[in-house]
């Protein structure tokens, strides 16, 4: 029987052995993990867990007896430091394990800033359930947060932060916020409507200074020469995939570690999935790295199916999710590149959807507060369904209609 060794215990690495035991994968499946909590979902840490609007229990994927139940072993606070892949071995600190099939699921971790006092005690990253502890100890005595970059997550912390009372700042190097996954009509909505509800967002900056000291930042000076007072600072200014242990044994990386549409990497028997790969998707004919959970969880199931001889692949249209106040944002397909875009919907009364097209076809759609349409234009984009542009700015067109009138 086979061992499976799995690096990492997030959306990926977790998702990895359910879907195998469900497959059917009668062989051991060790899943080391550098965390010290079991497998859990990342999502709410920027979310009701950052506002502990839900206790920590409820963040695990499953109990510890479904662990055992499965016969899936856990070996948690255990950082793999070392492959051999000639004796196909992993090594620990303590430990090695011996495997058939390999597994990265290695994640991503925070791009960190390299400036004088980014080591200060209230400088924070959010990537892990142990970030969130953190930045509760200091949110108690808090007034006021400046988070630098106007992405996902500056943005739901903002979100958190305004219902918890505090004073808001976002720092956004680029002109706009969200530039990096979407249009400027979405960015513009968003920025909007955090301002609407007292944050302040400032584009174009650049930061020059942590004023303060290692043991605290207590200002953000600009190139402008403006300052800003703040008792904690976040940063969320992208991730870096955790690409090393993969290039230090050789294999193939390029923004993620190089896979095919079956999830496998340039050696045989050692596949990788979620944050941490650049994966063909036969869908788009491309290879991507994404940063979501349903592409983790998507190609959790093509891993498990090209280890047990099953020829599932990675074809699925991108997708993601981001709640911020009572806003759900759901956005399908890559908007990049789009040369036609269109409202369907109120934007004022914010339930709308943004339709990005390309040479008079449907490539992406950003969705507000509209689910139950969203779910029809993503399961059209799924299905390789050509919509025209032209047919969805019709004014008696209605979503509902998608799947009656193509072919
Ligand atoms: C705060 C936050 C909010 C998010 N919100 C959303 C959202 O609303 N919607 C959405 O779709 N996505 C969201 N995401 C993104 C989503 O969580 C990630 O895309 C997803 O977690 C990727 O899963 P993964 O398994 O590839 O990586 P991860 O979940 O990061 O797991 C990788 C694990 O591997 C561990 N690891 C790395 N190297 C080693 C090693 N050498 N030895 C042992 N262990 C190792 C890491 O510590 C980590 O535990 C959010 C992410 C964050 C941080």
């Excluded at 002109?175 to 955090?194: A, G």
């Amino acid at each position: 029987m086979s061992n499976v060794v799995i690096i990492g215990g997030g959306h990926a690495g977790a998702n990895i052995a359910f879907a195998l035991r469900k497959d059917g994968f009668k062989g051991s499946i060790d899943i080391i993990s550098n965390e010290s909590f079991l497998p859990y979902h990342r999502p709410p840490l920027s979310k009701d867990f950052l506002k502990r609007n839900i206790e920590i229990e409820k963040l695990a994927f499953k109990s510890e007896d479904f662990y055992v139940d499965q016969d899936i072993s856990v070996h948690l606070s255990t950082q793999v430091d070392s492959i051999n892949k000639t004796s196909m071995k992993v090594k620990t600190k303590d430990s090695s394990f011996a495997f058939d099939y390999l597994v990265f699921a290695t994640g991503a971790s925070p791009r960190l800033f390299s400036m004088p006092n980014a080591d200060a005690k209230n400088l924070f990253y959010l990537r892990q359930i142990n970030d969130v502890l953190d930045i509760h100890k200091k949110l108690d005595s808090a007034k006021e947060i400046v988070l630098i970059g106007g992405g996902y997550i500056g943005l739901e912390v903002a979100s958190a932060m305004i219902e918890l009372g505090l004073k808001v700042t976002i720092l956004e190097s680029e002109d706009r916020i969200l530039k990096r996954v979407t249009s400027p009509e979405l960015s513009s909505f968003y920025d909007n409507f955090h301002q609407d509800k007292g944050v302040k967002i400032l584009c174009n900056v650049e930061i020059t200074q942590f004023i303060g000291d290692s043991s605290a930042i207590t200002g953000v000076e600009l190139e402008s020469g403006e300052r800003i007072s703040t008792d904690i600072v976040l940063a969320g200014i992208g991730v870096v995939p955790n690409t090393d242990l993969a290039e230090t044994m050789g294999l193939e990386c390029d923004n993620g570690i190089k896979t095919d549409q079956f999830c496998r990497t340039s050696f045989p028997n050692i596949l990788a999935a979620g944050d941490c790969t650049s994966s063909f998707n036969v869908l788009l004919n491309k290879s991507l790295r994404l940063e979501s959970v349903p592409n983790a969880l998507g190609q959790a199931k093509v891993v498990s199916s090209s280890i047990v001889g099953n020829d599932l692949f990675n074809s699925e249209i991108p997708w993601f999710w981001s709640d911020q106040y009572d806003l759900k944002l759901q956005m399908a397909g890559l908007s990049m590149g789009h040369d036609d875009s269109y409202i369907l919907g109120d934007i004022e009364s914010a339930e709308f959807l943004a339709c990005y097209g390309k040479d008079g076809y449907l490539i992406a759609v950003d969705s507000v507060n509209q689910a139950k349409q969203f779910m029809l234009f993503k399961r059209a984009l799924n299905n390789g369904y050509k919509l025209e542009m032209e047919q969805i700015k019709d004014k008696n067109f209605q979503p509902q209609s998608i799947f009656s009138s193509s072919n």
